[in-house]
């Protein structure tokens, strides 16, 4: 881009080229991310639909929000109860649930699709969605380490298309990163800067590189640290407590990787070492590989490095 156009574009943000305030959010995945995404969106005032593949699922995912709603109402009212009460049903009431992602977008500002870790599903996913939302409608992924250009392109609209990271557990962590791609417009990237913000969430802008930000430096950390017990180092126990003394993490990298789920852990390293063979930085681990092979994916399943009682 020249500098002319560059500048021009710049002056142009704060006015022709400004969207309007995202009002409506489907949200694409009523998974763990997607939920915490949707309460949030519900809690600041958004109008939102979950969408997902069947009528169970929703009803898990509602029962999420329930629960996550009365911790966070818990916080806020203590022991006024009927304020409480209030709150969380006044946020469910913003909150509706669908199977049809299609039908859900075509009155929509902001789709953020949080499915599955999988290329080719999430491309085609938002190449039909693409066919039915209505122009203005901004395209975002909560993608942990997939390139947002390789998921835009199953679209006609590459300029109103970014990455939206939120964190684990989102009602809790106050970290979005805007992920930008070469065709995004500033209007797209102001207005999901804006969003974030009305989250009550601190946005942070990241080129599309992998993991972006957090990812990039958590999971090689968290690899690294599965190295050290591999080679005899110290203890998985050991290691947690001396990143959570020696270091002020609330979590150890076990407990860390447990909590994000193994299975995703290896997904996320595996697709980068087969990218990246040559970074060390992206080496899988047999101890991890074993772990996934073993079922033990973390909390989520009852164990991972640690046991956690049944789930
Ligand atoms: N919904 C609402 N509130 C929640 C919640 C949820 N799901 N989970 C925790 N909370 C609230 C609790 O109610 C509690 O509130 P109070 O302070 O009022 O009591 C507060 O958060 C702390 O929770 P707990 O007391 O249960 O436990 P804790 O103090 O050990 O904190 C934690 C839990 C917030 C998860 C903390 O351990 C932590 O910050 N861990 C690190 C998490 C992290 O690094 N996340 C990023 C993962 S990477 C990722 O997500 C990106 C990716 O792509 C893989």
């Known amino acids: 881009m020249s500098f002319v156009t560059k500048v021009l574009r710049r002056g142009l943000t704060t006015s022709a080229l ?17 939920v915490g995404i949707a309460q949030v969106a519900a809690q600041t005032g958004h109008q939102v639909t979950v969408v997902d593949q069947s009528e169970e699922i929703l009803a898990h995912s509602k029962l999420s929000i329930e629960r996550s709603l009365s911790r966070v109402a818990k916080k806020k009212f203590g022991e006024d109860l009927k304020a409480a009460e209030s709150y969380s049903k006044s946020a469910l009431s913003s909150i509706s649930l669908s199977t049809d992602a299609l039908a859900a977008v075509t009155k929509t500002d902001l789709v953020i699709e949080a499915i599955i870790e999988n290329l080719q599903v999430k491309q085609e996913l938002f190449s039909q969605l693409d066919k039915v939302a209505p122009q203005e409608t901004i395209f975002a992924s909560n993608t942990s380490s997939l390139p947002i250009s390789d998921i835009a392109i199953s679209t006609d609209r590459r300029d109103r298309f970014a990455g939206l990271h939120f964190f684990n557990p989102v009602p809790v962590m106050k970290l979005v990163e805007v992920v930008q791609i070469s065709e995004q ?28 930000i957090v990812n990039r430096l958590l999971v090689p950390y968290m690899m690294e640290a599965i190295r050290l017990v591999e080679r005899g180092d110290a203890s998985a126990r050991d290691i947690d407590t001396a ?19 193994l299975d995703v852990t290896k997904f996320i390293i595996d697709g980068w070492h087969e990218k990246f063979p040559n970074n060390p930085l992206f080496e899988p681990s047999p101890l991890l590989d074993q772990k996934v092979a073993q079922g033990k994916l973390g909390t989520k399943k009852g164990e991972g490095f640690y046991p956690y009682g049944k789930k």
């Open 18 to 34: 400004r969207m309007a305030a995202i009002k409506h959010v489907t949200v694409i995945g009523g998974g763990q991310m997607g």
């Open 185 to 212: 417009s500033d209007a797209t990237f102001q207005s999901l800067m804006d969003f974030s913000k009305s989250l009550g969430k601190v946005p942070v802008v990241c080129k599309d590189t992998p993991g972006f």
């Open 243 to 261: 990143m959570k003394l020696g270091a002020g993490y609330p979590m150890g990298p076990f407990e860390l990787a447990d909590y994000v789920g």
